[in-house]
């Protein structure tokens, strides 16, 4: 890059970041109950989102420690500012303590920050067990242009409409039941 003596034209990031978490950002309130759960490359967003709910209410992180280092944990998220849980999503005991988390805390929002299996899964399981709350997933589709144009992102829903995951916003109950709707939902 420093080489370059012309023009240097530089795209990107090419992101549609987090399903409906702007509603939620928009929430007032110090009194919100958030559950952020995250699992792989999700951590970073999900720091980063515990941070700012800390400003509105008490957080709560479920941080899957597969492949993340109790280090980096501690580092960011040691502080003691919050509920954080350690879990492996792939186990089957952590789907029932995480819907005894769910239960247990009513939560105002939950934000799951992970692959589209656990979106699928654990999306589902929040919906039903916290049918008011709001949910953010995190946009987990290829997306090649950024622009809408190439149509890589373009997925179709269960309703027969092509929507461009590049540009778009779903809340995460509509993409639970529009994208995930190789099961059905409730």
């Known amino acids: 890059l420093l080489a370059e003596e012309n023009i240097l034209v530089l795209r990107g990031p090419y992101r549609n970041g987090v399903h409906w978490i702007s509603p939620i950002m928009k929430k007032k309130g110090k009194?919100?109950?958030?559950?952020?759960?995250?699992?792989?490359?999700?951590i970073a967003p999900g720091i980063l989102?515990?941070?700012?709910?800390?400003?509105?209410?008490?957080?709560?992180?479920?941080?899957?420690?597969?492949?993340i280092s109790e280090a980096l944990i501690d580092d960011?998220?040691?502080?003691?500012?919050?509920?954080?849980r350690r879990l492996s999503l792939t186990e089957k005991s952590s789907e029932k303590q995480l819907a005894d988390i769910m239960q247990e805390n009513r939560y105002d929002n939950v934000i799951?920050?992970?692959?589209?299996?656990?979106?699928?899964?654990?999306?589902?399981?929040?919906?039903?067990?916290?049918?008011a709350a709001?949910?953010?997933?995190?946009?987990?589709?290829?997306?090649?242009?950024?622009?809408?144009?190439c149509g890589s992102c373009s997925i179709d829903t269960?309703?027969?409409?092509?929507?461009?995951?590049?540009?778009?916003?779903?809340?995460?109950?509509?993409?639970l039941n529009?994208?995930?709707?190789s099961r059905p939902s409730g």
Do not use: H, W
């Open 178 to 181: 529009n994208v995930f709707y």
């Open 49 to 67: 989102a515990s941070l700012e709910f800390r400003q509105r209410g008490s957080v709560d992180m479920v941080v899957d420690t597969e492949k």
């Open 31 to 42: 009194d919100l109950k958030t559950l952020i759960i995250t699992k792989g490359v999700g």
């Open 76 to 84: 960011y998220l040691g502080d003691g500012n919050e509920m954080l």
């Open 134 to 149: 709001d949910l953010a997933v995190s946009n987990n589709f290829r997306i090649c242009c950024g622009e809408g144009l």
């Open 158 to 175: 269960s309703g027969g409409d092509t929507v461009k995951m590049c540009k778009c916003q779903m809340n995460g109950e509509d993409l």
């Open 112 to 131: 799951l920050l992970a692959s589209d299996y656990y979106i699928d899964t654990i999306g589902r399981m929040t919906k039903k067990i916290l049918p």
